[in-house]
């Protein structure tokens, strides 16, 4: 008798000490992984290095600028422009398909034609077929509210995402005060 009033006694006592349930991403964060992970994914710098190699090429050496110059970098099938590149001072290759620019504006839009992002960028150049983009100095990325800034980026039109290299800093309200840091996200 003594056996079995032991067993049920350790049924009944064992989940008072048992750990709590670890909460989920979203309960303690406020958004999915997958939504921070726009900021944190990581890019392949292999697919980058052409266009790290141009922005090391002397201005100087490119020619006159254009002024003012505003390239749609992406096009919604419907025509309505997804992503727009402006340049204060801005160099366009032969085929049209490499950009080169200084103080730099890349907006992205949804298919109504709302603005959805900013990036800005001390300088960037921008592949419209591989829809890549590398920047250099201090960027800046506004996007549902968020705002990541740092020196120097790698941007995939494609995967929508953005990689600063350095200084990374985000600064948002939807994470409810969790620090990412004990996270493992940076």
Not at 73 to 87: D, I, K, Q, W, Y
Request: hydrophobic letters at 40%; zero cysteines; proline letters at 5%.
């Amino acid at each position: 008798m003594n056996r079995w009033f032991s067993i049920l006694l350790a049924l009944t006592v064992a989940p008072l000490f048992a750990e709590s349930p670890t909460p989920t991403w979203e309960e303690t964060v406020g958004v999915s992984p997958e939504a921070v992970a726009r900021y944190t994914a990581p890019g392949n710098p292999e697919r980058y290095r052409a266009l790290i190699e141009r922005l090391k090429t002397p201005r100087e050496t490119l020619g006159e600028p254009s002024l003012g110059m505003r390239i749609p970098v992406r096009s919604f099938p419907n025509g309505r422009e997804e992503v727009v590149l402006h340049a204060e001072e801005g160099w366009l290759s032969e085929d049209t398909m490499k950009l080169r620019g200084v103080r730099v504006r890349v907006e992205t839009f949804d298919e109504t034609g709302a603005l959805t992002s900013t990036l800005w960028a001390d300088e960037a150049a921008v592949d419209r077929e591989a829809e890549l983009a590398v920047a250099k100095g201090h960027v800046r990325i506004v996007r549902d509210g968020d705002t990541l800034t740092g020196n120097g980026a790698l941007a995939d039109f494609g995967s929508e995402y953005v990689k600063v290299i350095q200084s990374a800093q985000i600064e948002t309200a939807r994470l409810k005060g969790a620090d990412l840091t004990k996270r493992g996200m940076f």
